[in-house]
DNA sequence: AAAACGGGGTG
DNA sequence: CACCCAGTTTT
């Protein structure tokens, strides 16, 4: 299972990817700069999302924070206040968090060994290989979710790349294609690649400059490629949340302090999730609001479901809306009154942007 | 409604 | 190595 292709096809095939890189590879941003500072934060925001969505984020995100020290200066709050709508919180935890050591305790520089920076927090192997190669010229290879797929099917790879056999072959072949000459625009080449000829769905071989190598084209099928571990299904979980409002229209909201689960952000009080399909009794959201907070608020009054799924669950919250009455939320719980469709400062998830959007 | 995509962290 | 991470997009 180990075959692969001799030097000097390699040195072929990297340079066909880099022709066509050159002739026919996108133009986009962090492609055109050599900033450390500004491939990092690109290879943090495509972990998690296509490009089109990143290409707005990246623009905002260096607009406000155009370098790496006023990023580590920023507030947590108002790092997640850009993200927001991104999803994957903790990737923008981990992204303040490097800019403050890289920041603090390296001189503003990134250290330029594989080892010191897959230390950094939300860098790992391939995104510590993209930076290397792309900004600093090192022969060093990646292996994202573009790659995984192009290298699946240029050997058709019958090991699912998700598997620990299949990584580990992956890692070495991506290693033995990756060129000693111009490494990062090869990272970039094959990325390219992926995500625009040899895409998931229905690959345009034809235009692909691999064509002729590629086993899986070779049989006919390379959609059958990468072949996928089986997935649990995601279990369903429920809960409530009450809209807690003011006469001017100000809601109650909670910060998140747990460190893992959505940190940082905000969100209404309601139960923890939850196996039961149905919505709750009215008596019960007063119940809770009044026991957890010392508020006191009408009848709840049920307003339309709200399903979101999330990795590894699929989440239906029932939204109550709650007109306040009396009573404040006790210093302890970090409690405000927010109106959510103008504040600018607190950072919320989509799921609680669109439980929030119930109310009209 | 279901499937596919996605890389790092943790113990 | 197995499991976890408060999603999004496509089919």
Request: charge should be positive; proline fraction near 9%.
């Amino acid at each position: 299972m180990e075959r692969g292709f001799d030097e000097a096809k390699c040195r072929q095939l990297a340079g066909s990817l880099l022709a066509r890189y050159d002739r026919e590879g996108r133009d986009l941003p962090w492609r055109r700069t050599r900033d450390p500072y500004r491939i990092w934060l690109a290879e943090i925001m495509l972990q998690q999302t296509g490009v089109k969505t990143v290409l707005a984020y990246y623009a905002r995100f260096l607009e406000r924070f155009p370098t790496i020290q006023s990023l580590a200066a920023a507030e947590l709050e108002a790092v997640l206040s850009i993200w927001q709508g991104l999803g994957y919180y903790r990737r923008a935890r981990h992204l303040h968090a490097t800019a403050r050591q890289v920041s603090d305790e390296l001189g503003g520089r990134f250290p330029e060994t594989c080892e010191a920076m897959g230390r950094l927090p939300g860098i790992g192997p391939s995104t510590a290989g993209a930076i290397l190669a792309i900004a600093f010229g090192q022969h060093q290879a990646i292996l994202d979710g573009n790659v995984k797929r192009v290298l699946a099917r240029l050997l058709a790879l019958e090991t699912p790349p998700d598997a620990p056999a299949g990584k580990r072959i992956l890692w070495e072949q991506a290693r033995r294609l990756t060129p000693r000459e111009r490494p990062g625009d090869y990272a970039q080449a094959i990325m390219d690649l992926g995500a625009t000829v040899c895409s998931p769905r229905r690959p345009a071989c034809p235009s692909c400059p691999w064509q002729g190598d590629c086993a899986a084209c070779r049989l006919g099928r390379p959609d059958l490629y990468p072949v996928r571990l089986a997935r649990m299904p995601k279990p369903r979980k429920y809960q409530f949340q009450a809209l807690v409002t003011r006469p001017d229209g100000r809601v109650l909201l909670l910060p998140n302090r747990d460190a893992t689960l959505l940190g940082g952000l905000w969100h209404p009080p309601g139960d923890e999730p939850g196996g039961s399909p149905t919505p709750p009794e009215a008596q019960i959201v007063r119940r809770h609001l009044a026991e957890a907070f010392g508020i006191d608020v009408a009848t709840p009054l049920p307003l339309e479901a709200v399903t979101h799924t999330f990795t590894h669950f699929h989440l239906t919250v029932f939204p109550f809306l709650c007109s306040w009455q009396a009573g404040e939320p006790p210093e302890a719980s970090g409690g405000r009154w927010i109106d959510w469709r103008l504040d600018r400062h607190t950072p919320l998830a989509t799921l609680h942007r669109k439980v929030l959007a119930r109310l009209g």
